[in-house]
């Protein structure tokens, strides 16, 4: 009778383990390993900007728009102002569209007192860019009122973009500085030179502080709903020129920015009720 032998424990297949596994000392178990995610999720480095690249991109707009201060000069020198009137208005107003809203409106025969009302209400929405630059920039106190005096279209283009506080500050400065300096400096020069030009209507001199403004605005168009509103708002303004007094079309242009949120909103709830229903079927 051949003699059976006893395995130890542990060593030696089971009928009921599956094929391949082993069951011994040293086998691999069954049990899924779980590796640690080798991934490691570092925090984002802060995004910075050299302060350099800042300066030379705030020279370029300031350099640029600066220097159609002479067609302000020159058309308001035409329109019948003194030399002394129209730099007083660049000096102390200091907002291109304004200020050639004033005097076109001089120009073309319009009461004084509704040409400079019109001009305000047009600088009004430098108030609203104030109310953002204001949060972006946190500038001590007493250099506020001093600030808000270079709170204009180009300041504020050049100043939302940067990405960090000192950025914004500086892009905001340069500006501010070298448009002040040069568009008083042009627009004195432009005063000068109005007789030497003749007929200022002739040179469309006009057309230039509004064709700088939409070399800025347009690159800053990414979206689909930005250029809708900024369509909108060029059609109510043509649409109203005709029938109300210069600068008021301008103010309610502004209304397609809400119009087209609030279209754009109750898309976007319908939408969502939609596939909720849906999905509740």
Request: aromatic fraction near 6%; hydrophobic fraction near 50%.
């Amino acid at each position: 009778m051949a003699e059976q032998t006893t395995l130890p424990e542990g060593v030696g297949g089971s009928a009921d383990a599956p094929h391949g596994t082993a069951t011994g000392p040293g086998a691999r178990s069954d049990a899924t390993v779980t590796k640690p995610d080798a991934t490691v999720t570092k925090p984002d480095a802060a995004v910075t900007k050299p302060d350099a690249a800042v300066v030379r991109d705030a020279l370029g707009v300031g350099i640029a728009v600066g220097l159609s201060g002479f067609a302000f000069g020159v058309t308001s020198a035409g329109s019948g102002l003194s030399l002394l009137q129209t730099c007083a208005l660049s000096l102390a107003v200091f907002t291109g569209a304004s200020q050639f809203a004033l005097v076109g409106a001089l120009a073309a025969g319009g009461n004084p007192y509704t040409a400079a009302a019109g001009a305000f209400f047009l600088g009004v929405r430098n108030s609203f860019y104030g109310l953002r630059l204001s949060q972006l920039l946190a500038l001590p106190r007493a250099l506020r009122p001093f600030a808000a005096q270079w709170v204009i279209d180009e300041t504020t283009a050049v100043t939302l973009p940067q990405p960090t506080r000192r950025a914004a500050r500086i892009g905001f400065t340069v500006t501010g500085l070298t448009l002040y300096v040069l568009w008083n400096l042009t627009t004195l020069l432009g005063a000068l030179g109005a007789e030497a030009l003749g007929d200022t209507d002739t040179w469309g001199l006009d057309a230039a502080s509004p064709a700088v403004f939409l070399a800025l605005l347009a690159p800053m168009l990414k979206s689909t709903t930005e250029r809708v509103t900024a369509a909108i708002a060029v059609l109510l303004a043509l649409g109203l020129l005709p029938v109300l007094p210069a600068g008021v079309p301008v103010l309610l242009s502004a209304l397609a920015a809400p119009a087209v949120l609030f279209l754009s909103g109750r898309r976007k709830g319908t939408g969502g009720a939609t596939a909720t229903t849906e999905e509740n079927r």
